[in-house]
């Protein structure tokens, strides 16, 4: 076990406390996963659990996502980081995850890759707050788009055509919290349930377009993915689309309203007869 | 829905002739067509009609629906800014719409395969014309092929 950081000391001391005074049924964190370098979400409901949580770069998945099933557990105290915390901003305007009943503890994002590395939104702020990342200029997608179509559609048909729709990408996303995802409804049956390229294709366009406006781009699916799939080429080029045609950031501004649930009677229309 | 749709791909027949999935809203554009035909105004038999009560009830799914199962274009028409008869219908539908554009873009479907139009019930000249348009672009680009489902068209050959 290496030595616990000083954030992870100040989390872990705070989480007995909340605990000890049952000011929260949990502390949902992470803790270290059984095989070496990896993480998993962890419910802390004991004073005598809060030893057990980490905060490292392995800490691959958005804890956003398990707040909708902990809706019944009462209080939870979460730990976010610039992601998370982009969630809960968007399942809060979804109705998903009550604000009130969180104490959201921030702190800054490890993973110096991240667009947005500190808490937007947060209770009690532990550690130091990380450097502003630079503006997302988004060069992988620029350069992805200057290839002549032909060979986009290739490229992603064959990264796509791997896909074995395990859904992994779907369960550890804090977006997917419907009960019966339109892969899974059988009356009708929308999407063919094989893994054939059209269905493949099928499933990862409407994906995309369910998660416009609500990406956070924390690359919890793309991690999720045991075939290694760069899901987020895609994520990321609905964020920049939902960025260059309606000015949003999604979860970034606590007060504004989702934008595919909104319009502007000004909206660029240049694509309409 | 789609399942009705006849998988025979037009190229069988010969001479391409494509089939257009065409989304109209009740109130505006399902009209238009409507004084197209009864002012008889021509325009080719191209499209398949499918009535939605708004254009704000076209999931895009549908539109990807449709092109997975065979149709060479798609067609979405609704009433024009301000006119929705939901009022915000079309406003709504409009930001979804430009996200499917986009994207269809970027994963290098033709332009041109999926098509949008704003066309009133008093603008049947207008229909018709967009529909001449659409025929048009979509027969130029030939049969869809990119996201159309490969089994249907061999269970197609198949069958001759
Ligand atoms: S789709 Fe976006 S929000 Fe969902 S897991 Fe992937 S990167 Fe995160
Ligand atoms: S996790 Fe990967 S393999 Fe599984 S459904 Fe998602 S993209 Fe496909």
């Known amino acids: ?273 | 829905m789609m399942a009705d749709t006849n998988p025979v791909p037009s190229t069988v027949s010969g001479d391409f002739e494509p089939r257009i999935v065409a989304f109209l809203c009740n109130w505006c554009s399902y009209a238009g067509a409507d004084l197209a035909g009864i002012s008889r105004i021509q325009y080719p038999p191209s499209i398949r009609v499918v009535r939605v009560p708004c254009s704000g009830r076209v999931d895009p799914f549908y539109i990807l629906k449709a092109l997975q199962q065979g149709a060479d274009g798609v067609l979405v028409s609704g009433c024009h800014p301000g006119d929705c008869h939901y009022l915000t219908g079309n406003y709504v539908a409009r930001r979804r719409f430009a996200v499917l554009h986009d994207l269809l873009g970027f994963f290098g479907i033709e332009p041109g395969r999926v098509s949008f139009s704003w066309v009133s019930a008093a603008e049947g000249e207008r229909f018709a014309e967009v529909v001449r348009e659409v025929t048009e672009r979509v027969r130029a680009l030939g049969p869809s092929n990119r996201l159309a489902d490969a089994r249907l068209t061999e269970k197609a050959e198949r069958a001759g």
């Not at chain 1, 980490?54 to 099933?69: E, I, K, T, Y």
């Not at chain 1, 590395?117 to 702020?125: A, Q, S």
């Open chain 1, 1 to 273: 076990m290496p030595r616990p950081t000083a954030v992870e000391q100040q989390l872990r001391a705070r989480a007995r406390e909340l605990l000890e005074k049952r000011e929260v049924a949990g502390v949902l964190g992470f803790r270290a996963g059984t095989l070496p370098g990896t993480c998993v979400p962890f419910l802390a409901t004991e004073p005598g659990d809060a030893d057990r949580l980490v905060l490292n770069r392995d800490c691959a998945a958005n804890l956003a996502a398990w707040l909708p099933r902990l809706r019944h557990r009462g209080r939870i105290a979460v730990v976010a980081r610039g992601p998370d915390s982009r969630s809960i901003v968007n399942l809060v305007k979804e109705n998903q995850v009550e604000r009130d009943r969180l104490h959201i503890i921030g702190v800054a994002d490890p993973d110096d890759t991240q667009p947005v590395r500190n808490p937007v939104v947060f209770d009690e702020f532990l550690g130091e707050r990380a450097p502003d990342s630079p503006p997302d200029d988004y060069a992988d997608i620029r350069e992805f788009e200057a290839l002549p179509p032909a060979e986009r559609w290739q490229a992603l048909l064959d990264e796509l055509s791997r896909c074995i729709r395990c859904y992994a990408c779907r369960q550890v996303c804090p977006n997917c919290y419907c009960p019966t995802c339109f892969v899974d409804a059988s009356r009708p049956a929308w999407v063919g349930r094989t893994p054939d390229p059209s269905d493949n294709v099928l499933f990862h366009m409407v994906r995309a377009i369910h998660m416009a406006g609500r990406c956070v781009e924390c690359g919890a699916c793309a991690k999720a993915c045991p075939i290694g799939i760069p899901l987020m080429i895609i994520n990321r080029k609905v964020s920049l689309i939902v960025r260059d045609r309606f000015g949003s950031v999604p979860g970034t501004d606590p007060d504004a309203p989702l934008p595919l649930t909104a319009f502007d009677s000004e909206d660029r229309e240049e694509f309409i007869r």
